[in-house]
């Protein structure tokens, strides 16, 4: 079984400045994958990035990097320079690699608020 | 332009009555799949489908059906046998690559279900 903890119940960041948001997950298969999504308030769950199990490199897509810490089972997203339009929930995901099937495990989100 | 398009926006329904929610989606994905997210909550999956014509419960699947005719439609029916069906419903997408841990799910604007 798969399992993903976001316990943040809620983060503030001033514009411009770097925030971190916390994932750690749990599974027992040898290759997974790791996902961020953003949810703003009309609801529609965006993609953000991506990171495989057995990746060299931490990926990084624009403002947005992954701190991902295999040993620690953690995947924070980290975002820079902070717009308002950030201001959203952020849930982390994770695929397994067991079967056939595509199913993503997410958690339970995190709410980012960014102050002008 | 692709995407996913859900509908209606917001759907009232009576006691014991089923409601069907539409999921149409132009990107060519094989794979689609419906989502429940309850307030602070993350995304639960109801029901997935790797291929027209064939479907698989997931965690959430009772009081729930689906049809798979069309490789663009996917429809959820809310049947009355869902008790507490009021919540944010998500349909997504993805190519359907068997194993293919780095494969992005696309999700629609999504259809809030209330009970009157």
């Known amino acids: 079984a798969q399992k993903i903890t976001q316990t943040q119940p809620g983060m503030f960041v001033q514009e411009k400045e770097a925030v971190t948001l916390d994932c750690t997950y749990d599974t027992s298969d040898p290759s997974y994958g790791l996902f961020w999504y953003k949810q703003p308030s009309s609801g529609e769950m965006i993609f953000l990035i991506y990171q495989g199990s057995y990746d060299q490199q931490n990926a990084t897509e624009g403002r947005y990097s992954l701190n991902f810490q295999k040993a620690r089972k953690s995947a924070n997203l980290v975002i820079s320079a902070s717009q308002l339009g950030d201001s959203a929930m952020y849930f982390c995901?994770?695929?397994?690699?067991?079967?056939?099937?595509?199913?993503?495990?997410f958690g339970k989100g995190i709410t980012l608020s960014v102050r002008p | 332009d692709g995407g996913i398009t859900q509908s209606p926006k917001y759907l009232f329904r009576k006691e014991g009555q089923n409601v069907t929610l539409s999921c149409e989606q132009n990107l060519n994905h094989d794979a689609m799949y419906w989502y429940r997210q309850d307030p602070g909550q993350g995304l639960r999956l109801i029901y997935y489908s790797q291929i027209v014509n064939d479907f698989q419960k997931g965690d959430i699947a009772e009081g729930y059906s689906v049809s798979r005719e069309k490789k663009e439609s996917f429809p959820l029916t809310v049947t009355s046998a869902q008790k507490n069906p009021t919540a944010f419903y998500l349909c997504?997408?993805?190519?359907?690559?068997?194993?293919?841990?780095?494969?992005?799910?696309?999700f629609g604007p999504g259809t809030r279900l209330l009970v009157l």
């Open positions: 995901a994770m695929r397994g690699g067991t079967g056939a099937n595509s199913k993503l495990t």
């Open positions: 997504a997408s993805s190519i359907g690559k068997p194993g293919a841990l780095a494969e992005t799910q696309y």
